[in-house]
């Protein structure tokens, strides 16, 4: 599984992190999507797309998006029981409407979030 995260949010950056320490089989690919060479190499994603919402690609090259990546994320490092509960109906319309808020304004979120535990200064 590939994930397209925003490497320069903390939160985001810090999560992935959490997800590749939990990766001991080497399931996940992480993609900065403020690399140089982004768009050429994925020339399928647009990278302003990829920063309004979190893109994942599937290992059998099927996209997800928001919430899924995270979820399937989690599911392929064995550690996602904690998250069937966001896909309950009426629990999943809530979290993908927080979601969607967090995506929108995880900078400005990260700046308050994360000032002593992700190392921003």
Same mark, same amino acid.
């Given at each position: 599984?590939?994930? =397209?995260? +925003?490497?320069?949010?903390?939160?985001?950056?810090?999560?992935? $992190?959490?997800?590749? *320490?939990?990766?001991?089989? !080497?399931?996940?690919?992480?993609?900065?999507?403020?690399k140089?060479? =982004?768009? +050429?190499?994925?020339s399928?994603?647009?990278?302003?797309d990829a $920063?309004?919402?979190? *893109?994942?690609?599937?290992? !059998?090259?099927?996209?997800?998006?928001?919430?899924?990546?995270?979820?399937?994320?989690?599911?392929?490092?064995?550690?996602?029981?904690?998250l069937?509960?966001?896909?309950?109906?009426?629990?999943?319309?809530f979290?993908?409407?927080?979601?969607?808020?967090?995506?929108?304004?995880?900078?400005?979120?990260?700046?308050?979030?994360?000032?002593?535990?992700?190392?921003?200064?």
């Amino acid at each position: 599984m590939i994930i =397209f995260y +925003d490497g320069k949010c903390p939160l985001c950056s810090k999560e992935m $992190q959490q997800l590749k *320490h939990a990766d001991t089989r !080497n399931q996940i690919v992480l993609e900065d999507i403020n690399k140089d060479d =982004f768009e +050429d190499r994925y020339s399928y994603i647009k990278r302003q797309d990829a $920063q309004a919402f979190l *893109h994942g690609q599937s290992d !059998n090259g099927e996209m997800l998006y928001g919430l899924d990546v995270t979820f399937a994320a989690w599911k392929a490092v064995g550690r996602h029981s904690w998250l069937k509960i966001l896909q309950l109906p009426v629990i999943r319309f809530f979290a993908d409407l927080g979601y969607w808020v967090f995506a929108k304004y995880r900078l400005q979120i990260s700046s308050v979030l994360c000032k002593s535990s992700c190392g921003i200064k």
